[in-house]
């Protein structure tokens, strides 16, 4: 047996010295011939340059065998099959880039953090862990390792300030933990062409009073929800509105990804708001988690809480095809494509490349969609100043359980996936742009027609109101798993909307009260305060010029405004 394992590793070794000694320019040139072209920010000198550098920061770890993972998206399926391969090519590390499910991702990241055993060399990880990242100090400071240990293998063209994500990315203590990959937003989609068509128009401006368009708060959307709901177009009834129900982990996404935020929940505060969140999470100031509750001064049980939960059974119940109560978050994602659908309160723009496809019935002949994407609408509790939506942001964290030489390998191509060398020709494929030199490339401006808005929205203004989770949350994946089964209890009718949030907060509070029993997180962690009323902790927050929670507000509806979408973008622009 040890013989043959003596000569297998013989064999291993030969095999990987074969492999470096064609690693270097005329591998990174092929690459760069056949998958990059001009599909850079960067000449083809700059280009060669920028491999050139990577060749030679990766020659101490030649022949290794690094592992990483992310979840499965377009995006970092292009990374697995194509980049990894000419990163192993250029470089001589042999990458595997593991594919798996957002769930499944956390979880292993869980049990490395838990075990100190080393199960993969980097992880690309919503930024949604952030706080949980910064409070565990399992994360190694990207800050601190560009600056020492990781100076050697940090790319001096790398452009930090490029990224449009890093605010979501960097802890309180102002250091970077976890580098962006890829994001997308969640944006209001609408049928561009029904909202344009003439005898929707006037018809529309006749039963409400006001004209058809974006819908700038939830009152407007509901009557547009209601206007084309049981409406004949093309022969068929279509519905205003497309959600999903299903009690399913996915429901949670649905809330944690900002839904209450765009009731108006928490306070103001971009990326997040402070110091009350979206998630109905309390911080003081010393970024000390103190409570969910409003009888602790937090929001996840408020009003607004309470009537963004409504709202959304009310939609789904009387605007939505029956069988959205039954379904999933991927079930009912292609649901609009399918031709059916007026609008969609939010839409994870990582659909964008499954709405576009030739063929479908939300596609014209000439490959320009029917639909277009916009700033989502605001419920009745929000405030100018908070933000209006959410972000998902993948993104590289190095554990600290990695030893160095592997964290130093396996970050060599994390830069090498988010490089400006090839950052635009992977933007074209997965749509999930991350930074601004690659959004304002002229390809992006040729193809913004055939995107729906999506380029339009990326180089607009609006754009810092959408946002990740952020760092009020101090231990994501234990608070995160608490939001399906709630909502799903008020979503099959087991309990109200109130029922369900009170239910939520006092589980949310639970997990801060064991946090700050067990000490783990030290000086950065919860630290429940006492309880009082609603009115008590409204009235503090309003004397020191803050907002959440709210009281109450009687009628629950603000008069509907709605905008024209050209209108909108040429606004933009100026």
């Known amino acids: 047996m040890r013989s043959q394992f003596l000569t297998s590793t013989t064999a291993l070794v030969l095999l990987l010295g074969a492999g470096q000694a064609y ?11 056949a998958e990059i072209k001009d599909m850079s920010t960067l000449d083809r000198a700059a280009q060669e340059a920028e491999m050139q550098w990577f060749i030679d920061a990766a020659k101490p770890f030649a022949g290794m065998d690094i592992k990483v ?8 399926e292009y990374e697995s099959k194509t980049l990894a391969k000419a990163f192993t090519d250029i470089t001589g590390i042999k990458i595997t880039h593991d594919l798996i499910g957002e769930g499944d991702v956390v979880e292993k990241l869980q ?3 838990q075990s ?8 690309i990880n919503d930024s949604d862990l952030i706080g949980t990242h910064w409070r565990y100090q399992q994360a190694r400071s990207l800050t601190d390792w560009m600056a020492n240990d990781g100076k050697d293998v940090t790319n001096p063209n790398l452009d930090l300030a490029d990224f449009i994500g890093t605010k979501f990315t960097t802890a309180p203590d102002g250091d970077l933990y976890q580098l962006p990959d890829q994001q997308f937003a969640n944006l209001y989609w609408f049928r561009y062409d029904w909202f344009n068509d003439e005898k929707n128009k006037a018809d529309f401006k006749a039963k409400y009073g006001y004209d058809l368009g974006v819908p700038v708060n939830w009152s407007a959307y509901e009557d547009i929800a209601e206007f084309f709901t049981g409406r004949e177009i093309d022969g068929k009834k279509v519905y205003g509105h497309m959600d999903y129900g299903k009690k399913d982990p996915s429901l949670g996404w649905r809330f944690t990804d900002a839904w209450l935020s765009m009731a108006g929940n928490g306070d103001k505060g971009l990326p997040n708001g402070l110091p009350v969140d979206e998630w109905g999470i309390k911080v003081d100031e010393k970024s000390r988690p103190v409570g969910s509750c409003v009888a602790r001064g937090g929001d996840t049980n408020g009003p607004a809480s309470v009537y963004a939960i409504q709202k959304y059974l009310d939609w789904m119940k009387a605007y939505a095809p029956a069988a959205a109560q039954g379904m999933t978050f991927s079930e009912s994602g292609p649901v609009p494509a399918q031709g059916e659908i007026a609008q969609q309160m939010f839409m994870y723009t990582a659909f964008t490349a499954d709405m576009v496809k030739d063929g479908l019935p939300v596609v014209n002949e000439d490959g320009t969609p029917k639909w277009r994407f916009a700033p989502s609408p605001h419920g009745v509790y929000w ?6 939506g959410y972000q998902d942001v993948g993104s590289w964290t190095l554990l600290k359980s990695t030893p160095d030489d592997r964290a130093k390998a396996a970050w060599l191509y994390a830069q090498f996936v988010t490089s400006k060398t090839v950052d635009v020709k992977k933007s074209h494929v997965g749509l999930t742009l991350i930074r601004e030199s690659t959004i304002q ?13 999506l380029i339009e929205f990326y180089r607009s203004p609006a754009r810092v109101q959408w946002s990740p989770t952020g760092t009020n949350v101090p231990d994501y994946p234990k608070l995160a798993q608490l939001w399906w089964q709630a909502i799903g209890d008020a979503s099959s009718g087991a309990k109200t909307p109130q029922e369900a949030m009170d239910s939520l907060c006092a589980e949310q509070e639970e997990v801060l009260e064991r946090l700050e029993r067990a000490g783990v997180q030290g000086d950065i962690g919860p630290k429940l305060a006492e309880e009082k009323t609603l009115e008590e902790w409204n009235a503090d927050a309003v004397a020191k010029g803050n907002l959440a929670p709210q009281l109450k507000i009687e009628p629950e509806k603000d008069k509907p405004q709605t905008i024209n979408y050209d209108e909108l973008v040429k606004s933009w622009s100026n």
């Open 23 to 33: 690693a270097g320019m005329d591998e990174a040139k092929a690459f760069l011939d």
């Open 441 to 453: 490339h002229k390809s992006f401006t040729d193809r913004a027609p055939k995107l729906g808005g």
């Open 116 to 123: 100190g055993e080393n199960i993969y060399d980097a992880y």
């Open 111 to 113: 049990t490395q953090m």
């Open 383 to 388: 405030k100018d100043g908070m933000k209006l």
């Open 69 to 76: 993972v992310s979840e499965t998206i377009t995006t970092h």
